[in-house]
Every structure is written in C-alpha cells, then in structure tokens.
C-alpha cells in the first residue's frame, strides 16, 4: 500500500483509518491505538506502536501498519524500546498467555466462562461467554484488564471457543459484511441496574440512527442523569451488540469512544451505509 493511503492493506482484513488521524495520534503518543496501528521508520528500517516514547520521526519517513506481519513484509523489524509485539494479543496462544494477567488469576482446567478471539475488520475482540455473552471488547482497550478482573470475581475465566462464540463470530462476520445488522444472542453482561437499564436503552436504538446522552436520559425518565448515562456508556462491556458507538454529543459530534473514535466513525459508517433501517436488536440482557 501507498503510503498516506486509506482503505485495506493487502493481505489483511482490517481497515488503515485516516493517515491524518494517524499522524495525530503518533504525535499524541495515544496507547488506544496500540496492538492496533503500527508506525514503521524508513530512516531507522523499525516498526513501533504509535505511543512510542521516542521522538517522533519526520513525517516523510513514515508509513502506516494495520499489522506486524505487513511491517516485517515490508523489511521493518521491531523497535527494541517500546516493544510493538510485546501485548499484541493475536492468537489464542497469546491470548492463554495473556489471561493470568488480564484476570489476576491462573489458568485453571476447569471455568465458568470461556474467553476466545474473534477478528474483525476494526482489530481483534475478546469474548467470554458462558450461557450468554459477558463481554465483548477490543483488545487494545486499556479498560480490559478491568473487565476480565471483574469477570473472575463473579466466575473463572479459561480460554474455549464455545458453540455461542461461534455463533458470535459468524453473526460479527454477516455484520462486517454488510449483510445483517440483526443479532439474535443472549447477553449478559455485569453492571449496577442503572447500568443495565441504560444498556438495555442503547439496545432500542435502531441501525443507522443516532441520539444523545440527554435523549437517553429523558428516555429513562431520568434528564437529570446525563453524566451517569455517559459513565454507563463508557462502561459498557459488550460493544457492537450494545450499540454505544450510536450515542452522540448534543451537537451531534461523536464524542468520546473507548474504542476509538475512528472505530465509532467506521461502525457508523458502516451501518449508514450498508444496513440502513434494520435493527440490530441484540438479544435483552438476560442477567
């Protein structure tokens, strides 16, 4: 791919947001992006994550990575100091490692919940699942570790790619295509029931649509609770099914997005485009 090009890299199903967003970020050293984007240095021949604490190199040196793999085919090798490979979590082998840490405890034969990798074209998800879906989340999110943490007090976590997973995996793949904004699974995610309340609020909103924080408070009879509906969007632990990419400023401005606002702006997109007027309609949380 041309550097400054946007769209896919070839070979690979993710999408390469905007270089410029890109560029402020690596000037920004925003960690949302790491196990994401990477940089690579024509002037060093090295990749990094685009929170590198080095100094930043010239702007024509640059190009943009939507993966490892792609900076090594292009002859780039790992930066030593901030480490590129170090967290990514790639693969369910990663992923066994990574779960002592992501939920404080070690592995154990036996588990209550089953944690697994699903790709998508905006990065790679963890999901648990037990009877229902826990959680959904991007792996580049620093809240994660908080997430899994919370999980394994409830219950423990061990790695399994269970028959609701699959059909996760496959209802995301029909989305990404474009070919349904419909999800039928069962959701069951962890939260005070003011929490469960707003979730369950962000499930009513249509594909496609957007409403703001104060619209949804109204909706809960509460317009006095603007900022908690903001700290239970922020909160949600199931992205995509839960749709909080759908709400927005007052303004209409896409306000912060603990995914990433690029990642609200292609999810938006996506369903403007491709899937306008059907809901998404996640199966009501159950628990």
Known sequence: MRHGQSGY????????????????????RDPSWDGQIWVAVASTGIFCRLSCPALPALERNCSFHASPASCFAAGFRPCRRCDPLGAAIADE???????PDLTGRPVSA????????????LGGMIA????????????????????????????????????????????????????????DLPLAPLGTPFRQAVWQ?????????????????????????????????????????????????ADGSLTGYGGGLWRKERLLALEAQAMPGESLDAGRISA
């Open 110 to 121: 036996g588990a209550d919940m089953w944690a697994s990798l699903i790709e998508t074209p």
């Open 9 to 28: 890299t070839p070979g690979m199903t993710q999408y390469l947001p905007d270089p410029d967003l890109l560029r402020q970020a690596r000037l920004a």
């Open 128 to 183: 648990v699942c037990d009877s229902a879906i826990r959680l959904l989340e991007f792996v580049s999110r620093p809240i994660l570790r908080r997430e899994m943490r919370a999980l394994a007090v409830w219950g423990t976590v061990g790695i399994g790619h269970t028959p609701l997973a699959a059909r996760l995996e496959a209802a995301l793949h029909r989305y990404f295509a474009g070919e349904s904004g419909a999800f």
């Open 201 to 249: 609020e962000l499930q009513r909103i249509p594909v496609g649509e957007r409403i703001s924080y104060s619209t949804v408070a109204a909706r809960l009879g509460r317009p006095d609770a603007v900022r908690a509906v903001a700290a239970a969007n922020g909160a949600n632990p199931i992205a995509i099914l839960i749709p909080c990419h759908r709400v927005v400023g």
């Open 93 to 99: 082998a990663a992923l066994a490692r990574a779960l």
